[in-house]
């Protein structure tokens, strides 16, 4: 009977003993894994910011070129229309036509509208209360109603093409990221005054989710709005010819 007993308890013991032997070699490969995760996330991570960085360079280098090619353009459209009045004439078509596409950077009175979230630090659904692409266009759509020339949005210039979109986190405006939860700067070259009463139009300021967001317009005498860096695109557009 004694050794029965003392079989059964040396047979518990055993198993016992696999299973500690089970559960530790578990738990060291269960931490293998995660460093090995930890690790890889690592590299990924840099390895996406030196992708990041390379490709900011490489537009840097594009942006450049593309200057150094409108500014060769510039000097052989001088040098062709300098004796010709003819030649002169279409010349200041093609620069006032590069000022509406957006292509050089312009100047004239206007204002400069600065819209923040306020800080509310009672509410619990603050990101809920963000704006996206919806009050953006909706803003951008006005400026234009009341006759502006030129319009940027956080240094943007909005174009002909321009797409304004949103992500989860984000307002895209020609490829660029916008934060909703910081301060977003849109400036407009236009008649000022209008503008600025247009915008204090009941109603406009308070569109959908602008009415958690405080707001400033400045009038000025001479605004600064930088030329678009994006390319037409017009792969499927085509002239028709008149006869």
């Known amino acids: 009977m004694k050794l029965k007993k003392l079989l059964s308890q040396l047979t518990v013991g055993i198993v016992c003993a696999l299973l500690g032997f089970m559960l530790t070699y578990q738990f060291k490969l269960l931490n293998k894994q995660n460093i090995d995760t930890a690790s890889n996330q690592k590299y990924s991570s840099i390895e996406v910011t030196s992708q990041i960085e390379q490709l900011k360079e490489n537009k840097k280098q ?131 005054e209008k503008m600025a009463k247009d915008l204090d139009f009941p109603g406009v300021m308070t569109y959908q989710n602008l009415t958690y967001y405080d707001h400033t317009v400045q009038k000025l005498d001479n605004i600064k709005i930088t030329k678009s860096n994006t390319t037409y695109s017009s792969e499927y557009l085509k002239n028709i010819d008149k006869k």
Do not use: C, W
């Not at 596409?101 to 204002?111: A, M, N, Q």
């Not at 002909?160 to 407009?188: F, H, M, W």
């Open 62 to 192: 594009l942006e450049k070129k593309n200057q150094q090619l409108m500014e060769q353009i510039k000097h052989y459209e001088e040098m062709a229309t300098s004796s010709s009045s003819a030649a002169k004439e279409i010349k200041d078509e093609l620069d006032n036509s590069r000022v509406l596409l957006g292509y050089t950077d312009v100047k004239g009175p206007g204002i400069i509208l600065s819209i923040a979230p306020q800080s509310n630090i009672f509410s619990s659904k603050v990101e809920s209360q963000y704006i996206d692409h919806t009050e953006i266009s909706y803003l951008i759509n006005e400026l234009f109603f009341s006759g502006a020339e030129a319009v940027s949005i956080n240094g943007n210039r909005v174009t002909l093409q321009t797409g304004i979109s949103s992500t989860s986190d984000y307002i895209i405006v020609n490829n660029e990221r916008i934060s909703p939860s910081s301060k977003i700067t849109i400036k407009a070259i236009g008649d000022k």
